[in-house]
């Protein structure tokens, strides 16, 4: 079968992998669509040690189960499925608590030496797999993973309904987290990015307002669109300092900024002003099991839409040349989708 290969820092070849089989609770899965992550693109220019080589990436994925291992029941060929890209052991103290995500022996497809979807097909636990509507598109599917990403920030911002909310960072993880919040009824939300286009989008996503701190005054914007309060809550999706910057001083007294960008393992803040506002800090990394199968259930009862931040699909020997786009000059593109 074909696969993309991660060979080291800034080299991805199309070439022929070894096929697979599904041991033991495994299903084989012929991958329709796979996602291209902000974290495989740094994966790939080899700046975060998460990738080792030679490796398969990908993990946000959806396809079509080809062959069940032994033992493996209520699962059939044909049907489809959306993955959730974590093995976990299910005996270790962090899943017996259920965080499941941060099992001390769990596999990551994608990431270290798992190879992950950018190929044909792939084997996963037959327990990591969630149902995809036949009205949900395969790429739509594959948006499972970064919209739990999304949804598990936005649970941490707590009770949202009719309040004010800020999100910074309009990528694929800002505009998930803007279709979360509006589903948790919050008052007005307001978006904040240096792309025109990423701004657009994020109206056409039902943001009330829009920020471009490149052009304006953005302190000045946020007094105004919330009467000089200041924003409730403010969603950090960048992981840069300007960015955490941004969230922070839009909070109002006592307001709950959640951080998920993950860019920069150190920033600068500032401590007085959280200290002499009372603000809280909360952080949020990836998700749980019972997080994905929440939002796949969203998505496929139709109340939340991502379709619209999906920039371009592409094939399988067309992934290493964007892959190179997105390091160098991603342009307007948001989130691009290898289809199979």
């Known amino acids: 079968m074909k696969g993309i290969v991660y060979e080291g820092p800034g080299t991805l070849i199309y070439r022929e992998v070894p096929d697979v089989r599904p041991q033991r609770g495994e299903v084989k899965i012929r991958v329709r669509a796979c996602g291209i992550c902000g974290s495989d693109v740094h994966g790939y220019l080899g700046i975060t040690g998460r990738r080792t080589a030679p490796m398969v990436m990908g993990h946000e ?3 079509e189960i080809a062959e069940l291992g032994e033992d493996v029941e209520g699962w059939k060929p044909g049907d489809r499925v959306s993955v959730y890209p974590v093995d976990f052991c299910g005996d270790c103290e962090m899943c017996k608590k259920g965080q499941v ?19 044909e097909y792939i084997c996963v636990p037959a327990k990591c797999c969630f149902s ?4 949900v598109s395969f790429s739509v599917g594959s948006l499972f993973e970064p919209l739990a990403v999304a949804y598990r920030s936005v649970q941490h911002a707590g009770e949202l309904e009719g309040k004010t909310v800020l999100i910074v ?5 800002g505009l998930l987290a803007l279709a979360c919040v509006k589903r948790k009824k919050a008052g007005r939300i307001i978006l904040s990015d240096l792309s025109s286009h990423r701004l657009t989008v994020a109206g056409e996503m039902g943001a009330d307002a829009v920020i471009n701190p490149g052009c304006e005054d953005f302190k000045a914007r946020i007094l105004e669109e919330t009467g000089g309060k200041g924003v409730d809550a403010a969603i950090e999706a960048v992981g840069a300092g300007p960015t955490v910057q941004q969230a922070m001083t839009a909070l109002r007294f006592g307001g709950r900024a959640v951080w998920i960008g993950n860019n920069r393992p150190t920033i600068e803040v500032n401590m007085q002003e959280i200290v002499t506002r009372e603000l809280s800090v909360q952080g949020s990394f990836l998700y749980g099991y019972d997080e994905f199968k929440v939002v796949s259930g969203m998505v496929n009862r139709g109340e939340i839409h991502p379709e619209p931040l999906i920039s371009k699909t592409i094939s399988l020997k ?23």
Do not use: W
């Open 132 to 135: 995809i509507s036949d009205t």
């Open 318 to 340: 067309e992934a290493p040349a964007y892959f190179e786009k997105l390091a160098k000059a991603p342009g307007d593109m948001i989130k691009v989708v290898v289809v199979n």
């Open 169 to 173: 960072g309009a990528g694929t993880i």
């Open 101 to 119: 995500h941060l099992c001390l022996n769990k596999r990551a497809f994608g990431v270290l030496d798992v190879d992950g979807a950018f190929a």
């Open 61 to 63: 994925f959806a396809g």
